[in-house]
């Protein structure tokens, strides 16, 4: 048999320099039998010549000799075709075994590289949701938008483990009232980790729109940016920087809840969004009057108005770029030195001048603020302002022509008045419908509220202190007023001697509807 032609694949080497195949020919069986035996009796001769070191010099020389024999022939064997090819398969599945080996260490190496990875994605996804689990319990739990101040504070307080003290408490009230607005929501309150040379930690109290630091007698508004928190890799700790001063996740943990909060808290914030005509809220207190002064500067346009602290504020209680507005719950309406007063803050500033009142307003008071453009509001104890001046007017004119709510496709209606009345009620107008809005200043009620005692005090045709009481929610002083304003307007008589008065019309006319 002619030899076969030895293939490219069986003289080119892989990268370790062994031929790619080493093809089995005729006769290597007989030459790895023949290799294995003279392996065999040169291992027999290593062990004679070992063991005739110890008996006899003959037995020593017999085994040298038949090793360096056994020795050379296997050296003769390898250097024959068969004897190459044979070296060549055994150091091929020996390069064989070292890759299959290191493959096998890269396998395991990846495999517990990605088991780490998934180890550690699964921390960062558990973090994450316990993160988002805790800022959704805190703005679930945290107070509201309108809470008083001193109790957002003893919630604060008591998250942070940070109730027990009474001096504690005492300054963060006194910090909030300066530089945190009435309309925040407080989320969290910290201390800062104490430094050296200082006396007592600075306090930090974070709101949804921003944040009040204390530090020994100073305190001032501040605002944190992304670059002011620094988090710690593979903790839970962390820094929030103010200046100087450090606030330590670690140490403060609702911190870090609440750093997360605040940009949730912000998004629902209606201070950050155009505001829709308000509903109805309920009166009970001068910060509630306030906070439905500033839902009603939002929907008059003024999109960034927010409440004032409470301190010197110079008559200021609701703050916007283009304007300020003040508002009084008072029994009585509000003179005419008052509004100069405000329109004097409002000049300087460069500002328009709003004003929200609950008695209303004197006659010399609305002609001085008619004349100088300042906007008079009348608002209930149900949260609904009327306007009762021009300026007024075309405010709520602009903000119904121009919803504030983008994309609403539903007009607004005139607040505060009602069907049956004239849209635009002024002295300017008819003579009796300025008379209406006369006598509602007079009686200290909005013009919707005394046209619908009207409504009812002819339709039922009884005019008495009980009904006015009972019906409409009116103290005794209030309802002696609005008989007063009804006789005035010629719908019930004067009292007689027992009291009573009589109705004098049947119906009301058009222009008194």
């Known amino acids: 048999m002619s030899a076969r032609p030895v293939a490219p694949a069986d003289v080119l080497g892989s990268d370790s320099g062994l031929p790619e195949h080493i093809s089995q020919r005729p006769g290597d069986d007989l030459f790895e039998i023949v290799a294995s035996v003279v392996a065999c009796v040169m291992f027999i001769g290593l062990i004679v010549l070992l063991v005739g070191v110890f008996i006899s010099p ?56 990605d088991a780490l990875a998934m180890e550690e994605e699964r921390r960062a996804y558990e973090a994450v949701r316990t993160l988002e689990q805790a800022v959704h319990q805190l703005l679930k739990d945290a107070p509201r938008h309108g809470t008083p101040q001193h109790e957002a504070i003893a919630f604060c307080l008591s998250r942070a483990g940070l109730a027990r003290d009474p001096r504690l408490r005492a300054e963060a009230e006194r910090l909030a009232r300066r530089h945190i607005a009435v309309d925040e929501r407080l989320l969290c309150i910290a201390q800062s980790t104490p430094g050296s040379g200082r006396a ?39 820094q929030l920087l103010v200046g100087e001063l450090v606030f330590t996740f670690f140490d ?40 439905v002064a500033v839902d009603w500067m939002r929907y008059l346009g003024f999109t960034d108005a927010s409440a004032t602290p409470v301190g010197a504020d110079e008559g200021i209680d609701v703050l916007a770029a283009r304007a300020v507005a003040q508002v009084k719950m008072e029994g009585s309406p509000t003179s005419r030195p008052v509004v100069q ?28 603020a008619s004349r100088h453009d300042i906007a008079l509001f009348q608002y209930d104890l149900q949260g609904t302002p009327t306007p009762i001046n021009p300026p007024a007017q075309q405010l709520i004119q602009t903000a119904t022509a121009h919803p504030a709510t983008p994309g609403s496709s539903t007009p607004h209606t005139n607040p505060g008045l009602s069907p049956g009345l004239p849209p635009s009620p002024s002295p300017a107008g008819k003579p009796h419908e300025a008379e209406f809005i006369r006598c509602a200043q007079h009686a200290g009620l909005r013009v919707e509220t005394l046209h619908d005692i009207a409504q009812a005090v002819v339709t039922e045709q009884r005019a008495t202190m009980v009904l006015l009481q009972q019906r409409f929610f009116l103290t005794r002083a209030e309802a002696r007023r609005v008989l007063e304003a ?28």
């Open 486 to 513: 009804l006789e005035q307007l010629g719908l019930v008589s004067a009292p007689a001697a027992n009291g009573r008065r009589t109705v004098t019309t049947a119906a009301l006319t058009p222009d008194q509807e």
């Open 341 to 368: 007063q405000l329109h004097g803050v409002a000049s300087a500033q460069k500002k328009k001048a709003v004003f929200f009142s609950l008695a209303g307003y004197t006659p010399p008071a609305f002609d001085w």
């Open 200 to 238: 007592r930690p600075a306090l930090l109290i974070l709101s949804d729109r921003g944040a009040a630091v204390a530090d020994g007698g100073m305190a001032y508004r501040f605002s944190p940016a992304p670059q002011d928190m620094i988090d710690v890799p593979h903790t839970e700790a962390g």
């Open 58 to 113: 003959m037995v020593w020389i017999a085994g040298t000799g038949v090793f360096v024999f056994c020795a050379g022939l296997s050296w003769l064997l390898g250097k024959t075709p068969a004897g190459q090819r044979s070296t060549a398969r055994a150091q091929r599945a020996e390069a064989e075994q070292r890759a299959d080996a290191a493959e096998a260490a890269i396998r395991a190496a990846q495999k517990k590289q």
């Open 252 to 291: 403060n943990p609702q911190l870090r809840i609440a750093l997360a909060a605040r940009a949730q808290a912000a998004e629902i914030s209606p201070s950050d969004k155009a505001a829709g005509r308000p509903e109805g809220r309920l009166i009970r207190t001068a910060r509630d009057a306030e906070l």
